[in-house]
């Protein structure tokens, strides 16, 4: 069965790019019909939709991430990423990958800091 | 932006029935879906599209809608329900999504 798996730094100094990558076994990254998604949480709160790629390439970002936000696809690697600029103390969060809308299939998450 | 409202927490006996409600102006138009995530764990649906439960979800979770408003019911609530319960929605647009703020649910 499909399973994702997410990897990057565990702290990011405020400032930077907080990147991520999901990385996808037991199935292709170019499925039809399919959206790969970026969820976040914040500890000790509620969940955050960051955005998600559409098997076709189309991108759909939170509005309020949008200006620092980017998803890609690596189809040679079977990899989605995520890209966020700027960070600061507040994008400190457990990061989510997952497959489809709404997730059916969830990544352990990983947890990211921002510090200085 | 779009939000959605959830109760902070609820709180039920065992046996007894635990109503969650989650509001929001676009959910005439757009299904809901809830999640239930317990501590160190990642979320699992239990209600989509507003009422439907996917296989292997106990038949005492169930989901309705009424105007801005869905509802999650759990019927004959047991101690493996006390989870933080999300409802998600998309905004007018079907574009963009939006999580709850959360309810905490707890079995006395």
């Known amino acids: 069965q499909v399973q994702l798996q997410e990897s990057g730094p565990g702290l990011v100094k405020t400032s930077q790019t907080l990147s991520l990558t999901c990385t996808v076994s037991?199935?292709?990254?170019?499925?039809?019909?399919?959206?790969w998604s970026w969820i976040r949480q914040p500890p000790g709160k509620g969940l955050e939709w960051i955005g998600y790629?559409?098997?076709?390439?189309?991108?759909y970002y939170n509005p309020s991430l949008k200006s620092r936000v980017t998803i890609s696809v690596d189809t040679s690697k079977n990899q989605f990423s995520l890209k966020l600029s700027s960070v600061t103390a507040a994008d400190t969060a457990v990061y989510y990958c997952?497959?489809?809308?709404?997730?059916?299939?969830w990544g352990q998450g990983t947890m990211v800091t921002v510090s200085s | 932006s779009y939000e959605l409202t959830q109760p902070p927490s609820v709180s039920v006996s065992p046996g007894q029935t635990a109503r969650i409600t989650c509001s929001g102006d676009?959910?005439?138009?757009?299904?809901a879906y809830w999640y239930q995530q317990k501590p160190g764990q990642a979320p699992v649906v239990v209600i989509y599209?507003?009422?439907g439960r996917p296989s292997g979800i106990p038949e005492r979770f169930s989901g309705s809608s009424s105007g801005t408003t869905v509802t999650l019911t759990i019927s004959g609530v047991q101690a493996e329900d006390e989870a933080d319960y999300y409802c998600?929605?998309?905004?007018?647009?079907?574009?963009?999504?939006?999580f709850g703020g959360g309810t905490k649910l707890t079995v006395l």
């Open positions: 997952a497959r489809d809308w709404p997730p059916g299939i």
């Open positions: 037991g199935g292709s990254i170019s499925s039809h019909n399919t959206y």
């Open positions: 790629i559409y098997y076709s390439g189309s991108t």
């Open positions: 676009a959910m005439p138009k757009q299904y």
């Open positions: 599209k507003d009422s």
């Open positions: 998600q929605s998309a905004d007018s647009s079907g574009i963009y999504q939006v």
